[in-house]
């Protein structure tokens, strides 16, 4: 899936959990300084600005198959080598990189095992490459409360469950597949506090994502229904909303 909106509305609806997400994640990398580091479907550049307060921005490239979020990318932060490519055929040489990573994005590959063999062939023997994912099985995300409310009020809208990766095993199992050594598995706990109702809903208004379009192709009378409903399970505000990610790093 390829998002083709603005980065400042990807932030909007998640930028908010992947930034501290991407820090957490940089730390299971071993992310340190005198490395060369690859973000693998950047978005904004969630991951890809701790990367740079790492490493400097001469140390850091960057993909993502969406211009705007290629665009967004490169103004946030000038001097990343940052390049419009999909996971699956990256413009780097082989052994480019000490680290690769993809926050949020193995779900979302055309073809994930292809894109963690893409990400293996540029990084060097020895270095870490990383995959996480929200909990999309356990019901664990960030949009967990919308899906679950959409499955009641729009139920042919299909969910998130059976994309690649949203599970502990199914994420182990792309790894597996794309023959990566010394398989490690982690989870990453993110507590936001969003500070009303209405503040919280209209992440989800951006027609960002699958929950996004969801939403938006909805009759205004099934969208202010979820709506409702979300509101009286979640109360006014503010709402704490913890969200669970699974980690997998391997070697190449």
Do not use: K
């Amino acid at each position: 899936m390829s998002f083709n909106v603005a980065g400042e509305a990807y932030d909007q609806f998640m930028g908010r959990y992947s930034g501290p997400l991407a820090g957490e994640f940089a730390d299971w990398l071993a992310v340190q300084r005198g490395q060369r580091a690859l973000d693998v479907g950047c978005g904004p550049g969630a991951l890809t600005g701790h990367l740079v307060e790492r490493l400097g921005a001469d140390a850091v490239g960057a993909v993502d198959p969406s211009p705007p979020f290629v665009e967004t990318c490169r103004q946030r932060f000038p001097g990343v080598d940052v390049r419009r490519s999909g996971a699956e055929e990256m413009p780097f040489a082989d052994d480019a990189f000490d680290v690769a990573g993809a926050c949020l994005v193995v779900h979302f590959m055309h073809d994930p095992v292809a894109g963690l063999l893409e990400m293996a062939r540029v990084t060097r023997p020895g270095g870490w490459i990383g995959a996480a994912v929200w909990d999309l099985v356990g019901n664990r995300a960030p949009m967990a409360t919308v899906w679950s409310v959409l499955a009641e009020v729009a139920a042919e809208v299909p969910d998130e469950h059976e994309l690649p990766g949203g599970s502990a095993s199914r994420l182990e199992e792309i790894f597996g597949r794309a023959g990566l050594q010394e398989v490690e598995l982690s989870e990453i706990e993110v507590t936001v506090t969003h500070p009303s109702f209405e503040e919280w809903w209209s992440c989800y208004l951006q027609c960002v994502g699958p929950i996004g379009e969801s939403i938006a192709a909805l009759d205004p009378a099934r969208r202010e229904q979820v709506r409702a409903t979300c509101r009286e399970r979640l109360g006014p505000g503010p709402i704490d909303i913890t969200a669970t990610a699974f980690a997998a790093r391997a070697r190449p």
